[in-house]
């Protein structure tokens, strides 16, 4: 079969080469749809379950929330282990799947037996869902830096929270933009407790009287006229003043309380756990972009950059961006050292190749078929979404070795029956060469291509940073496979033309063969040497 697909290939050049040029450009395509990372991604199939609990100890937290959310989720379809954390008014539920299911699945099964929680919780308490990100998504991050002083930490988390975060999570691939450091501003009441004593007033009355307050209700249309007019009743706080006012109850004589009567409002942040610094140079407001799973990690980057030089003129002045954390300077670094490794492979291969062949032309059958399979092994990682990153680009680092291994054996073989045959017919003598070779070269390429499957047995971590390298290995090795007994007859026949140099009389086997010290032969010399001139004779290479 593999002849008969040498010859018919021969024969054929027209359909052979069309057939090339169109996976080339199916290959160019596949290099920009290629995802970029400078890294592979490593983390665990998981889904984070968030809950908040203000105020509350570690231990009630693990009792009340974090216990009951784990020991639900335990019977998930697919779940390999649940890891919980409880914190000072947080829980965290790390819920870890197997390798192959899909993300978006185990999101919608952890959502469904979620759904067991209802009336097991406290009251008040909602858990969430995090973000659809992976380990490796913490792509971008930035500060809020005001030099000129006229804003404070309060006002630039205020932007951050309700500007600029919302605008750079519509930037597709983004999954969460989260905010560090400032403060959160709050209305704040402190009640007098001395005052409430006095008043006979319990505190969850106060709090009661504040969150109905706090409301808008609705009234019906009155038509007056012909024309309808809807009444409602307007009572959200704009300012400290109008929580001031809200009535709490009364005292004896009929008399309103006020929530001023009995405390102090003012404005104040939130309480944290943290800050953020920059460059010591104080406090920071800053944003961390977080990178939704399965994205190009270098194209969310440039969207996010993108959108950051629109925002800019609009925000309050003496305000500005400043990049801390920028990974695609990393994933540039990393791709262009190995673009550049791979480019001096490839130039080292064609050299030694034309060098040893001493056949321009005969060698352009080796040059030209190596970047044609480097282009087609991306076709794959793009349908598979295989990242190109270090990794995944050192497997066709490690492949262009022996990528040509099956061309250069085929010329070789072609140059010598052209050598033993001067007057034969050169195509049939070229195609005949071919199918000599063919075969055992094309299972020998081909044993050479699965060598990487083991790879694909590893698991967890150690499976997800070396099967990348296995799998454009293993592409790469295969299409060159592919390519030895289709294009490489074709380009023979179309390039071994002119006068092809006796092997003999090659000036780089001739160094190779005499040497700098070459000794004498005391014996006699047969049609197998060759008489070197001042008489030193020696053995001819085949």
Known sequence: MITRLIEKSARNPVLVILGVLLLTAGGVWAVFEVPLDAIPDLSDVQAIVFTEWPGRSPT???????????????????????????????????????????????????????????????????????PDANGVGWVYQYALVDESGTHDLAQLRSLQDWSLRYKLESVPGVAEVASVGGFVKQYQI???????????????????AVRNSNAEVSGRVLEMTGTEYVIRGLGYFRSIEDIELVTVGTDGRGTPILVRDIARVQLGPEQRRGVAELDGKGQTVGGMVIMRAGENALGVIERVKARLEEIKPSLPKGVRIVPTYDRSDLILRAIAVLREKLVEESVIVSLIATLFLFHFRSALVVILILPVAVLLSFIPMAYLKVTSNIMSLGGIAIAIGAMVDAAIVMVENAHKRLEQNPLADRTETIITAAKEVGRPLFFSLLVIAVSFLPIFALQAQEGRLFTPLAYTKTF??????????????????????????????????????????????SHGVDDSCVRAPGGRVHAAVE
């Not at 007994?485 to 063969?513: D, H, K, Q, S």
Request: glycine fraction near 6%.
């Open 60 to 130: 009630l937290i693990e009792d009340q929330i974090t216990y009951p959310i784990v020991t639900s989720l335990l019977a998930a379809p697919g779940v390999k282990r649940v890891r919980g954390v409880s914190e000072y008014g947080f829980s965290y539920v790390y819920v870890i799947f197997q390798d192959h299911i899909d993300l978006y699945w185990a999101r919608s099964r952890v959502l469904e037996y979620m759904q067991k929680l209802t009336g097991k919780l406290p009251v008040g308490v909602t858990p969430t869902l995090g």
């Open 190 to 208: 402190e009640v007098d407790p001395n005052t409430l004593a006095a008043y006979r007033l319990p505190i969850t009355t106060v709090i009661q």
């Open 476 to 521: 790469a090795m295969l299409f060159a496979t592919a390519l030895s007994v289709t294009l490489a007859p074709v380009l023979m026949v179309a390039l071994i033309r002119g006068r092809i140099r006796a092997e003999t009389r090659n000036p780089l086997n001739w160094l190779l063969i005499t040497g700098p010290r070459a000794g004498d032969y």
